[in-house]
């Protein structure tokens, strides 16, 4: 995903001129770059107060848009250094979501001050929005919608909408709700275009509506949301009640966050909650240490099996030579197939009926791969020793390569079984498993080829 | 990304009831279901020849919708057992972006047929299309855009958007070109609904507008409508004319295709360009026996450093039984240190420029591993060969986690460098360079700290 990424070109351009808050040529907080951009030089370039005091020099709807797209930690950090007042501005300003992933970060004490002092329907909105846990659809929605009733025509329902276009979020689709706010239709902006003035909403919308409860995970959101090409996914109490909508964009969002995740997970790394840069040393140790730690007791299980075959190394000491490659491609092949199972498990592309079928794949082809590595290494045990070495090392490589295929694909379908997420079979682990089986069979097939117990 | 993930719940419920091809009851393929999902169903259950049999016996709109949501291949198998006059309708009936990409799946034959029978118009749209190679933002794009000329007002803009919707993708978003075609705004259909009729449209339109060039990645194209919330992405050539557009589904599909390319190149597997069910038992195996076989080669490397320290060995055999353990550490912690550095530049979390004060992290976060798992460790040593063994297992513990973790935070950015995918400091390649390194540094502490040679 990376060759054809520029480096920040804008850092690059702009780093040499920078003004310093409170110079004239405050250039590029100004509406000539895009706020993402300067969101993410400001982070680049300066801590949290150097930000907070830039940002208190732009107008308000600007300063909102630059802040929405401070990352997390960083909009903690600037929001922890401002005082109640600019908090409070921004907090009426950012669209429902933000605001309320905002209200989440603060201290405890900010958060009191600030709903003392909020205007009721801004308080309302935050304590509604703020209620459910990070990485749900309800922690993900916005609750900035344009509503119609229903029984209305296309006249009024584009007054309406003209009306109340500045408080919602999108107007592309539109939602219908009955006098007790359960949902019953959606209509798009184009199909209000198109259809002629008196017609009626209630033949115009879809009543077909995929939805989501507020409590389900993001990423299902996110695979409804991708699945169907929505552009926003409403999200509704067990009384069929709208309580907001997730994004598109959004979606996209938590996307990459879930990958990033998943492919960390994938080499044993517990998530990052930040980007690699701003994580503090502290907290990269964390991430890494325990899994490290767990895997080294993991490893002793190759160590006991070498233990065990301390007589047959003895007495045929070119053996050990073989040892990292026989291990290293049991454990590659092993990684190969779990990474296959987990990912195609994460998109959906197999599901757990699909075991069966899936392992007699794996047996075939796991077959034809020890086969042929076991001819590609089968000289070199010739050359090295002789043909009782070669007959040893090429059929412990097609014996390795089968074990360590079948324990990376079904590792990850045992552990979605039990409800784990299937990443946590990660590479390291199942190299490490893979390497275990691997020890045992080479000297077991060795010792007893060799006659040398 | 997978334990939220319901398992093709339609197909569970669906499959005791789906009738064959010619019955009464089709109702499955009918509108009560979202295409999507019919499409899905479809493939999991029947062969090409079934699903085009299906196809006819629909409407003509309802089936392109269907067939659009195939996956390639099938397009694929479907398209060749299909006669030219459906093939045609299909073509007429696609969106322009489908269409190309379903002509290029074509035989030359079908597509030479196709070429003469088309009227003139289809065929310049489809010649248009079909010109940019895959993966690209021009093989992404679909020409069906609404457009709007400059110097209008926004009553007549709207009529010309009612009259024209129905051949555009979108609407939400027009773009205004000159006379030449030359792109030089974007306005919403929001602004347009807000705005007075006799508004000034080029006063309305923003000006400043990402765009991309047809040639670039597709992954370029996800990261700009990622990075800037698009809704859509116009593709312009060099002299800023209007090509076309990419839409933010169409994104958001290339964000799940690239990142399940990045996650299976990172266990060293060529990317599958279909799903793991659907793809051949010979295309699996030839998609990893290639690394698998120069993987093992490279271990030959860490086979030669342990024939080199065979008398090392020799004369304290006990060595062995900590061999999987340090070399499985340092392959551990360099397969971690890959995985932050791959994704992070993948997500541009990190640049090039990064690199140095990188260094310096992964120096201070890998010494403080080594040493914590050097603790883990050394009473195991203790206890299996006192103390000097656990002096030696102890300090190599220490080296191995470092180089491991150093080269496998180098290896991605000097591939960065070379203009090579990073993903290719996959997993298996920095593990099995990392054992070769441990092998090394173990046995030569080993021989020069215990006077063994």
């Known amino acids: 995903m990376t060759e054809e990424h520029q480096d920040k070109p804008l850092q690059l351009n702009l780093a040499t001129e920078i003004p310093m808050p409170g110079e004239a040529g ?212 067990e009384n069929q009640r709208l309580l907001g909508i997730v994004t598109y964009d959004d979606a996209m969002d938590v996307a990459e966050e879930e990958a990033t995740e998943d492919i960390h997970r994938g080499a044993s790394i517990v998530p990052l909650e930040d980007g690699l840069l701003r994580t503090s040393l502290f907290n990269l140790f964390r991430s890494r240490v325990v899994w490290l730690i767990l895997l080294i007791f993991a490893n002793l299980v190759s160590g006991v099996g070498i233990a065990f075959f301390e007589d047959t190394i003895s007495a045929k000491v070119a053996l050990v030579f073989f040892l990292p490659l026989l291990i290293g491609s049991g454990g590659n092949a092993g990684a190969q197939a779990s990474t296959l199972m987990v990912r195609g498990l994460a998109v959906g592309d197999v599901g757990l009926g699909d075991w069966a079928r899936l392992l007699g794949r794996e047996l075939l082809v796991a077959g034809a791969l020890g086969l042929t590595m076991a001819i590609a290494v089968s000289p070199i045990g010739m050359f090295r020793g002789g043909l009782d070495i070669a007959l040893v090392v090429g059929l412990s490589m097609v014996a390795i390569v089968l074990f360590g295929s079948l324990l990376g694909m079904s590792l990850p379908f045992l552990l979605h079984r039990l409800k784990w997420d299937p990443a946590t079979a990660s590479t390291p682990l199942v190299t490490t498993l893979a390497d275990a089986g691997g020890v045992v069979t080479y000297f077991a097939l060795a010792t007893w080829l060799l006659g040398l117990h």
Chains 1, 2 share one sequence.
Not at 33 to 55: K, P
Request: with cysteine.
């Open 26 to 237: 405050w250039r590029f907080a100004q509406a000539s770059l895009q706020a993402v951009d300067v969101a993410d030089q400001l982070t680049a370039l300066l801590n949290a107060e150097e930000i907070s005091a830039c940002l208190d020099l732009l107008p308000l709807v600007r300063r909102t848009e630059i802040f929405d797209y401070l990352p997390d930690g960083m909009q903690e950090e600037v929001a922890a250094v401002s005082d109640l007042e600019s908090l409070m501005e921004l907090l009426e300003e950012l669209p429902a979501d933000s605001a309320a992933d905002l209200f989440n970060l603060l201290s405890s004490e900010q958060q009191a001050d600030l709903l003392r002092d909020l205007p009721a329907r801004n308080r309302a909105t935050l304590q509604h929005l703020s209620q459910y846990p990070v990485a749900t659809a309800g922690a993900l929605m916005t609750s900035e919608i344009s509503l119609l009733p229903r029984g209305i025509n296309v006249q009024r329902a584009l007054e309406i909408l003209r009306r109340t276009a500045a408080g919602s979020e999108t107007i592309y689709h539109t939602y219908i709700v009955d006098p007790r706010h359960r949902l019953v239709g959606v209509v798009s902006l184009r199909d209000l275009i198109l259809a002629t003035p008196l017609a009626s909403l209630d033949q115009l919308m879809t009543e077909e509506l995929v939805t989501i409860l507020p409590d389900q995970h993001q990423e299902e959101a996110l695979r409804l949301i991708s699945h169907y090409d929505l552009l926003a996914l409403p999200v509704v109490d």
